[in-house]
């Protein structure tokens, strides 16, 4: 697993999102924000979220989708239940994952983080595969990157946001990702 120079990831499957754009000149990227998501939530497998980060979910397909009508979003990785790495966006491009966010006193997140994205939800555990791929991603990014912070999106919206939520193995996952 490397990144190119634009901070794609080799070894990993590549859809490319829209929904994102440059980052401030000079920011260095030294945050790592963990997510999950389900679509519909508390299921998995299919194409929702790729759909949803490329703009081309049909609303219509699910009455839970209908609020994600105009909806702008995506993250620069996916980890599927299977241990799968879809990448969205390069590294060297904003995300649009965290949203309305702060994180040491610092606003607006996407300028300095990279967002992972769990299929998972608050309410089920993640699988072996998924923290297998998150710890080696974990160690390929921050030999590339000055990252010093891992966190959750709860931690950067707290109050807003739930995310990786209670059945995340926060220790399991930091002892390998070294």
């Not at 990993?12 to 389900?38: E, Y």
């Not at 491009?93 to 769990?118: D, M, P, Q, Y």
Request: hydrophobic share 35%; net charge positive.
């Amino acid at each position: 697993m490397r990144l190119d120079a634009l901070g794609w990831v080799t070894g990993v499957r590549r859809i490319a999102s829209p929904n994102h754009d440059a980052r401030p000149l000079g920011t260095a990227i030294d945050l790592l924000v963990i997510h999950n998501i389900s679509l519909p939530p508390d299921e998995f497998g299919g194409t929702a979220i790729t759909e949803l980060f490329c703009n081309t979910l049909d609303t219509d397909a699910h009455p839970y989708y209908a609020q994600l009508k105009g909806v702008r979003v995506s993250a620069h990785f996916l980890i599927c239940r299977t241990g799968e790495i879809i990448q969205y966006v390069p590294c060297s491009k904003r995300a649009w994952h965290a949203g309305v966010s702060i994180w040491r006193k610092r606003t607006a997140c996407n300028n300095f983080s990279i967002g992972v994205e769990l299929e998972g939800c608050d309410t089920l555990a993640f699988t072996d595969p998924q923290y297998v791929a998150l710890a080696k991603l974990t160690r390929r990014l921050k030999r590339t990157y000055p990252i010093r912070d891992i966190v959750g999106h709860s931690d950067i919206a707290p109050g807003r946001k739930t995310d990786p939520g209670p059945c995340f193995d926060w220790q399991r996952y930091l002892g390998n990702a070294d």
